[in-house]
């Protein structure tokens, strides 16, 4: 290799900071926790408490169930990212090229699970399996713009144990930990001129995965068996990934780090109101603490790149209809704010953004019942910039997205 340390450092950096910006958007953090709240785009999540996935939002809800309940479900993800006025430019070869797509989209599969066990009329104890956080995308190598793009798949487990206490007849208290498992491949392609000069197809792979430690705590105030109200905090941890780390720096090497991926805390408050017997509405507000995530670091390389996140909300209102003892309908409105502010990505488009939420409840007997909801989800069109030593890639991005989810629930 005949390139200079310096100029084959700005190509690292310049790939880590994509990578960053894959993990870290908005986008990341996943509302799969069950089909019965993506039916109603999770408006009263906190205070509802119509199945065992309750857990997932306030762990203080199980105070309302007086038998063991279990809930099964899956959720997929599949996204629709487009770029349009697209234009990369090649620095080295002082040449353009069309950079537009509508092919940068995929679809992730996330299961849940949920299990409470009442142990008389004060307390209880659950377990749960879900996951918050997650995202995949992949540019397809004849995009002029690769280098920008490559590929990267995020997953993560969330598996908690928690407990409720009625303290009285309107107040119930819970907490829960929760054991957080990250794993990430990332692959960040060389520009093909670099490629070609200096035998290199890749300026950065990593295989990384880890654990991280958190906890939860909620408070259900029912005011009548129709009104209630619901708050829940999760503290979540920073994800210490260890693995292999392929990168074209001074040398081409491969070795072990320990990259430290912050998660930010979340907090929401729900208010659940059945007006008749037939009918309900319910709202819910969450705060996510994406400004947490300032830089992203390794233990061995140090900070790779700083950010400036802001904190983001949600905002969302549903309605159900209790058509009668076999029929649930439900449908629910969601605005969710963007996290980032200053930068953007081409590889993961952030925007505010809009739910579109519905959802079925069908009960084949009083023990029982499986839950259908969908979201069709609508982002911004946000116009990105980027660059590096070699190029740059400018262009408007949108991202929508259509979330399906099925579940099954039982009591015993």
């Given at each position: 290799m005949n390139a200079s340390f310096p100029f084959k450092?700005?190509?690292?950096?310049?790939?880590?900071?994509?990578?960053?910006?894959?993990?870290?958007?908005?986008?990341?953090?996943?509302?799969?926790?069950s089909a019965t709240g993506l039916g109603r785009a999770y408006a009263g999540d906190a205070a509802i408490g119509d199945n065992a996935s309750v857990i997932a939002r306030n762990p203080a809800a199980m105070s309302l169930f007086d038998r063991p309940a279990l809930s099964l479900g899956v959720e997929t993800i599949t996204t629709d990212i487009e770029v349009k006025d697209g234009t990369y430019t090649n620095n080295l070869t002082a040449s353009s090229a069309d950079a537009n797509s509508d092919s940068i989209g995929d679809t992730s599969v996330v299961p849940n699970l949920y299990y409470i066990h009442p142990v008389n009329d004060k307390f209880a104890w659950g377990i749960n399996a879900y996951s918050n956080y997650g995202t995949k995308t992949k540019f397809e190598?004849?995009?002029?713009?690769?280098?920008?793009g490559g590929k990267t798949d995020v997953v993560s487990a969330n598996f908690g144990i928690v407990g409720s206490y009625k303290a009285t007849e309107q107040l119930s208290l819970g907490a829960g930990v929760d054991a957080v498992y990250g794993k990430g491949t990332f692959v960040r392609?060389?520009?093909?001129?670099?490629?070609?000069?200096?035998?290199?197809?890749n300026l950065l792979e990593i295989e990384a995965d880890g654990w991280g430690f958190g906890y939860n705590l909620g408070l259900l105030f029912e005011v009548d068996d129709n009104n209630r109200f619901g708050f829940d905090y999760h503290f979540s941890p920073d994800i210490e990934a260890d693995g292999e780390v392929y990168r074209f720096g001074a040398t081409a090497t491969k070795q072990s780090d320990t990259v430290i991926m912050p998660?930010?805390?979340?907090?929401?408050?729900?208010?659940?109101?059945?007006?008749?017997?037939e009918y309900a509405v319910h709202y819910s507000i969450q705060f996510?603490?994406?400004?947490?995530?300032?830089?992203?670091?390794?233990?061995?390389?140090?900070?790779?790149?700083?950010?400036?996140w802001q904190d983001a909300w949600h905002y969302s209102i549903g309605g159900t209809y209790y058509m009668n003892d076999?029929?649930?309908?439900?449908?629910?409105?969601?605005?969710?704010?963007?996290?980032?502010?200053?930068?953007?990505?081409i590889s993961v488009?952030?925007?505010?953004?809009?739910?579109?939420?519905a959802g079925v409840t069908y009960k084949p007997d009083e023990m029982s019942s499986i839950d259908f909801g969908a979201t069709y989800l609508l982002g911004q069109d946000v116009d990105v910039a980027e660059s590096n030593a070699v190029s740059s890639i400018t262009g408007t991005t949108h991202a929508d997205a259509l979330l399906l989810g099925l579940q099954y629930s039982r009591s015993f």
């Open positions: 450092r700005t190509l690292l950096a310049s790939a880590l900071a994509f990578s960053a910006l894959n993990i870290h958007a908005a986008g990341f953090q996943l509302n799969a926790q190598e004849e995009y002029a713009g690769y280098e920008y392609p060389a520009n093909p001129v670099v490629s070609g000069l200096y035998g290199v197809d998660l930010p805390d979340i907090a929401e408050f729900s208010g659940f109101h059945r007006l008749a017997p996510i603490r994406w400004s947490e995530f300032k830089t992203l670091e390794a233990q061995n390389a140090g900070t790779i790149n700083t950010y400036n076999a029929w649930e309908l439900r449908a629910g409105y969601m605005y969710d704010t963007s996290a980032q502010d200053q930068k953007r990505s488009p952030d925007s505010d953004r809009q739910w579109l939420s």
